[in-house]
């Protein structure tokens, strides 16, 4: 479900696309699961550097959450990413959701009848390289017997692994913004309509038109089973507001006052999907928001710490949950 606009230049740098080269622009970063994509929005020059520094930061924030949870992305795997438990122990979390050492070990222990050889890969290619090189080294190594004998050990952790979450920052706020007017232009709706939004994603020190929600639930049919990513518009032109909502894998939560002196047609339109296998789900968002709201918004004060405890226990549940229910399939 790929949507091409009519405009002729970048939202963005306001180039013409003639002279700059029209992109396929993921709505929302392929990174963590998002396939639908739009013609006629930015340039390839600035989906190459808000895809380097504002997408990649989004990245970032969710990779521990994306791989707990799986993620299933048009462009490969995700890499590998670095892990580390309590006691300081260092593993590398693998996109099937299990965890393996960080890096490959060897000694060689010499001993009156030979030298005694141990090592531990992460992978069975590894494992089959490093037999190769012990083999050069070591002339009365048996190869042979070494890949016969070879076997995968699961070894449970002695000490819970540390995840922390650290939502927001300009550079992220600024890919959610622009995820926002990408899904509003793909409603035929004029990137220049979107003017407070504009002006942050053209201008970091322009007053950032967005901020955590978590006054109330806006998602009518959350899903229990899964994590979520969506992104969701609301025109209305009686009360002239452009809105916009951003969740990613059902902790993060932003409210996007992209214009509020909006004055086309009444739209309504959500992108929304499971990130373990792209499938599209039919989420129904209330971004009529009151007048109070939209100011808590504007002063960045929507939500309390109860409210906001609360949402995030709620998710990291469904994530973790999930998590268990890979490894017990896999087993």
Known sequence: MDSTNTSSNCALCDKPFV????SDEHIIPNSIGGRVKVRGFICVGCNSRTGDSWDVEIWKQFSHFAMMHGVERDRGEPPSIKI???DG????????????????????????????????????????????????????????????????????????????GQ?????????????AVALATTMGIRAQSCDAALAHLKD?????PHALFYLRDLVANRPELHAFNCVSVLGNPLRRTLLGYVEYFSL???VVIMSE????????????????????LDLQIDLDLSVE?????????????????????AGFGVIYRRSQMRRRSAD
């Open 252 to 254: 993060l939560r932003v």
């Open 89 to 164: 122990n260092r593993y590398l979390l693998l996109p099937d959701g299990n965890m393996t050492i960080e890096h490959p070990k060897f000694s060689a222990e010499p001993g009156a009848n030979g030298t005694a050889i141990n090592f531990s890969a992460r992978d069975e290619k590894e494992a089959r390289r490093m037999v190769r090189e012990i083999a050069k080294k070591y002339p009365k190594f048996d190869q042979g017997s070494a890949l016969s004998t070879m076997k995968m050990t699961a070894t449970p952790l002695e000490s819970p692994v540390t995840v922390t």
């Open 204 to 208: 970091e020190t322009a007053l950032a």
């Open 261 to 280: 002196t909006y004055d086309g047609d009444a739209i309504s339109a959500t992108y929304a999907f499971n990130p373990a296998n792209g499938e599209t």
């Open 19 to 22: 002279v700059v080269g029209d």
């Open 293 to 313: 709201e939209l100011a808590s918004v504007k002063s960045n004060d929507a939500l309390t710490d109860d409210t906001y405890s609360a949402a995030i226990n």
């Open 167 to 179: 939502f927001g920052g300009i550079p992220a706020g600024r890919s959610m913004i622009k995820s």
């Open 84 to 86: 580390q438990t309590v």
